[in-house]
């Protein structure tokens, strides 16, 4: 298993622009979750999916943001435009149907600046 | 919302020492506590879960705690080793339905000093 999938792996922007950070949850998995670390606020959670539905978005912090998941095998995370307080890294994590939708599998992470 | 505290923020211990961390949740209706380890550069990684009608569990040298009634929670790694320095992170959940919302504590820095 390839685990879940991110990139880019790191993106450098200038503000004002349109970001795109993609994901591809573990094969099987139909709960996709998106997170936020800085050292300021630690890992925040932003939205999460199920069966490609948006559940709870209530951790986007604007109107900038905006998550999507048109298949079970793919999610975007769009910023736009970007500012530097968005520079953070973002996580994407997925988990598996039954009882170990508990447990969530993070990927790489993708380090945003924004500058 | 569900709040979780953390402490301490950073831990050095010797290794073959144990170390413990702690955490408190705020929502008595949360019932589901992972912890999470975290090396540079990298994703969090699950290591343990428990759930609320377990007071305890062990995985080889870690174990977690929890104390519903004081609503707190505990990771104890014994005879710790230098690979086990990574950031660990607590977490509580008040899973069911369709709501697997995890929310984290700020993480513990743990270094372990041949």
């Known amino acids: 298993d390839a685990g879940v999938i991110q990139s880019p792996r790191h993106e450098v922007t200038e503000m004002g622009q349109e970001v795109t950070l993609r994901c591809k949850p573990i094969?099987?998995?139909?709960?996709l979750f998106w997170y936020r670390q800085t050292m300021m606020r630690g890992l925040e959670l932003l939205i999460y999916?199920?069966?490609?539905?948006?559940?709870?978005d209530s951790g986007m912090p604007e109107d900038r943001f905006s998550a999507k998941m048109p298949n079970a095998s793919f999610s975007t995370l769009k910023i736009q435009p970007s500012e530097p307080r968005d520079s953070a890294v973002y996580f994407c994590a997925s988990s598996a149907p039954g009882l170990a939708r508990y447990e969530q599998y993070f990927g790489p992470g993708t380090r945003l600046t924004v500058t | 919302g569900e709040n979780v505290e953390q402490h301490p923020s950073t831990l050095s211990v010797q290794e073959g020492d144990s170390a413990v961390i702690k955490c408190t949740y705020s929502d008595s209706a949360s019932n589901y506590f992972p912890w999470y380890k975290q090396e540079l550069g990298k994703g969090p990684q699950l290591i343990i879960d428990i759930r609320s009608n377990v007071g305890e569990k062990k995985d080889q040298r870690i174990a977690v705690t929890l104390n519903k009634t004081a609503k707190h929670f505990s990771l104890h790694i014994t005879e710790t080793q230098p690979e086990d320095s990574a950031v660990y992170f607590c977490a509580a959940s008040r899973s069911g339905g369709s709501n697997y919302k995890l929310t984290f504590g700020k993480g513990t820095l743990l270094t372990v000093n041949p």
């Open positions: 999916f199920n069966n490609n539905v948006p559940i709870d």
């Open positions: 094969s099987g998995h139909d709960y």
